[in-house]
């Protein structure tokens, strides 16, 4: 069992950066690939990106490429989100996301556990 708690949202204006940050639980934190999915109202929930068990690899939703920054620790069981650049349409419920699988970018059918989620609002 993992539980996946999340901070760091907030409210930010068009262009600033906010820091998300997820701590799991539980000893088997190496056995997941980890992403972080977002969720805007009225609209499907999407990868926004991806990093592998070791940290080897990530991958990147093409609209935030070049904006978006993941990583992973994996000695403090945790992920985190570096954003920048950000955009009034980023605004969404931001989840952290476990997976079963050794592929990036994570399919959402191979998440076995998720964040309750963390508000990120961006205003123009």
């Known amino acids: 069992q993992v539980q996946l708690l999340e901070s760091g949202g907030g409210l930010v204006q068009a262009g600033g950066s906010l820091r998300l940050s997820c701590a799991a639980s539980?000893?088997?934190?190496?056995?997941?690939?980890m992403g972080w999915f977002r969720q805007a109202p009225g609209k499907e929930r999407e990868c926004v990106a991806s990093i592998s068990r070791i940290g080897s690899s990530a991958a990147y939703a093409d609209f935030v490429k070049g904006r978006f920054t993941i990583s992973r620790d994996n000695a403090k069981n945790t992920v985190r989100l570096q954003m920048s650049g950000l955009k009034p349409e980023d605004t969404a419920v931001y989840h952290c996301?476990?997976?079963?699988?050794?592929?990036?970018?994570?399919?959402?059918?191979?998440?076995?556990?998720w964040g309750q989620g963390t508000q990120v609002t961006v205003s123009s």
């Open positions: 539980g000893r088997t934190f190496t056995t997941y690939a």
């Open positions: 996301a476990a997976a079963d699988s050794s592929r990036i970018p994570i399919e959402t059918s191979y998440v076995h556990y």
